[in-house]
C-alpha cells in the first residue's frame, strides 16, 4: 500500500512569507502528526490531528497552525516565516486507535531566505 | 515531562562488529520507547518499540533492545553490523495518553558510521 506522501519535498521561502505544507496519510489512518527536525533542536513535535480534530500541540509560537480534512489528509502552515523556520518538516500518520506504528514521510524541506 | 539522552553522537565501528547505541529517558509518567532510524534525506523507520510485558525488544534489521526500568534505559543493540547500517539513529519515548495519541520527544541522534 502507499506509504505516507508530503509535498511539496522541497521549497524556499523568504522571510516574512507564509507556507503550507501538505501530508496525505496511509489508507485507513487518521492520525497525523508534524514533527519539526533541524540541526540545532532535533527533532520536536509540533501537533496531532484525529479526526479533523487537533488531539495534542507541541510547545511552538502560533504561527505554526495546521488542520486536518475529512479525508485525513493533514496541512500545515507557518505564517511570517523567519529563518529558524528552515528545516525538514515531517509527517507521521497512524491509525490513531490502539499503540500502532507510526509511520513517517520523507518529509517538506523548507528554505528560508 | 520527558527527555531523552543519547550519550554519544557519534559511533564509529568496523564492519562485522557488535555495537550498542546508549538511550536513557527520565519521565515522571510511564512511557512508550522507540527507536528509529533515518537514513540520508528520508524520514524515520522504526527499528523498534517497547510498550509493555518482555523487556528484550527485537526489532527489525537483526537490531534488539532492552528496556532497564531502574536504570531507565533502553539501549540498542546489533551483534554484527554491515556497511548498510550507517545511518542516523533516534531514541523516543511518548507518555502513555488517553487517548491512544503519541507525542514523541526524541534524543539528539547517534550517526552510526560503519567502516569496511
Known amino acids: 500500500k502507499a506509504g505516507v506522501t508530503q509535498t511539496p519535498r522541497y521549497l524556499i521561502k523568504t522571510r516574512g512569507q507564509q507556507v503550507t505544507l501538505s501530508c496525505s496519510p496511509i489508507?485507513?489512518?487518521?492520525?497525523v502528526s508534524w514533527y519539526q527536525q533541524t540541526p540545532g533542536q532535533g527533532l520536536q513535535f509540533l501537533f496531532e490531528?484525529?479526526?479533523?480534530?487537533?488531539?495534542n500541540k507541541g510547545n511552538f509560537p502560533g504561527r505554526f497552525s495546521g488542520r486536518q480534512f475529512s479525508n485525513s489528509r493533514s496541512e500545515m502552515n507557518v505564517s511570517t516565516l523567519e529563518l529558524g523556520d528552515s528545516a525538514l518538516y515531517l509527517c507521521?500518520?497512524?491509525?490513531?486507535?490502539?499503540?500502532?506504528?507510526?509511520?513517517f514521510g520523507e518529509g517538506s524541506r523548507l528554505t528560508v531566505l | 515531562a520527558q527527555s531523552v539522552t543519547q550519550l554519544d553522537s557519534q559511533v564509529p565501528v568496523f564492519e562485522e562488529a557488535p555495537v550498542e547505541l546508549r538511550c536513557n529517558y527520565s519521565?515522571?509518567?510511564?512511557?512508550?520507547l522507540f527507536w528509529y532510524v533515518q537514513y540520508p534525506n528520508q524520514g524515520l523507520q522504526l527499528l523498534l518499540k517497547?510498550?509493555?510485558?518482555?523487556?528484550l525488544v527485537k526489532g527489525i534489521n537483526g537490531f534488539e533492545a532492552e528496556f532497564n526500568k531502574s536504570q531507565t534505559s533502553f539501549h540498542l543493540r546489533k551483534p554484527s553490523v554491515h556497511i548498510s547500517d550507517t545511518a542516523e539513529y533516534f531514541c523516543?519515548?511518548?507518555?502513555?495518553?488517553?487517548?491512544?495519541?503519541?507525542?514523541?520527544?526524541f534524543g539528539s541522534g547517534t550517526r552510526l558510521l560503519v567502516r569496511p
Open positions: 523516543a519515548v511518548s507518555p502513555f495518553l488517553m487517548d491512544s495519541s503519541y507525542k514523541l520527544i
Open positions: 507521521a500518520t497512524q491509525t490513531g486507535q490502539g499503540a500502532g506504528e507510526l509511520f
Open positions: 490531528y484525529f479526526s479533523e480534530t487537533q488531539r
Open positions: 517497547y510498550l509493555s510485558g518482555s523487556t
Open positions: 519521565s515522571s509518567v510511564s512511557v512508550y
Open positions: 489508507s485507513g489512518h487518521r492520525s
